[in-house]
């Protein structure tokens, strides 16, 4: 009556310990499994009571790069059950990224021999989240669109992108044509404010987008 509910328990915190380090080695395998990139996370963080993991300073970067600038880093993202969709009898997840970093270098990328096709990323993204993604939140943001060799050397891009986009998976509002929403701000460079508001209907093969965008001063 003691021995066994004692072993259970040290079973279950030994398991708990060694957990973020389990889940560590397997994302950074799931990242090298990505043809033509390379990619690292410093660290996983778990939190059983909210269902979630939390991924510290991710980056992706192509293999054949000739620049050290990371394709890809994301300083925290936490992937989580949504409860108010598990409320609905929908089991889906949110994802919250803050402070994604994405930085297309032109002269990184074009080694078209190495590009991932679309299942790729597909199988990448499917086995970090293994269930859908019903909410996504992006947080304090940047995209760049470089190109170092052009003269001058080009350099757009946007700060500050603040993006959610809800009902991915159409949980809820299942009637509507377009049940998810999207809305997106930034700042563009000159200090131009970008607004994209929305919304789309993913759960197809050939999604229906109805969306508006806009870009002042």
């Known amino acids: 009556r003691v021995i066994i509910p004692v072993v259970i328990f040290m079973a279950l915190v030994i398991l708990r310990l060694f957990l973020p380090v389990m889940v560590k080695n397997y994302v950074n395998n799931v990242l090298s499994d990505i043809p033509g990139y390379y990619g690292h996370v410093s660290d996983i963080d778990i939190s059983l009571l909210r269902g979630a993991y939390v991924i510290d300073s991710l980056y992706l970067n192509r293999v054949s790069a000739t620049s050290e600038v990371p394709f890809i880093t994301l300083q925290k993202t936490d992937i989580s059950v949504e409860w ?64 170092v060799t052009a003269d001058p050397t080009i350099d757009l891009n946007m700060k500050d992108v603040h993006l959610t986009a809800t009902n991915l998976r159409n949980v809820v509002s299942r009637d509507r044509t377009l049940p998810s929403e999207i809305n997106a701000t930034a700042s563009s460079i000159g200090g131009g404010l970008v607004e994209l508001n929305g919304r789309m209907n993913l759960v197809k093969t050939i999604p229906d987008v109805d969306i508006a965008f806009s870009l002042k001063d």
């Open 84 to 147: 108010r969709a598990l409320f609905k009898g929908s089991i889906v997840s949110e994802i919250i990224l803050t402070r994604p970093e994405l930085i297309y270098v032109f002269e990184d990328q074009q080694d078209t021999k190495t590009s991932p096709d679309l299942d790729d990323w597909t199988k990448a993204l499917t086995d970090l989240v293994p269930i859908d993604i019903n909410r996504l939140e992006v947080i304090d943001g940047s995209l760049a669109f470089v190109e």
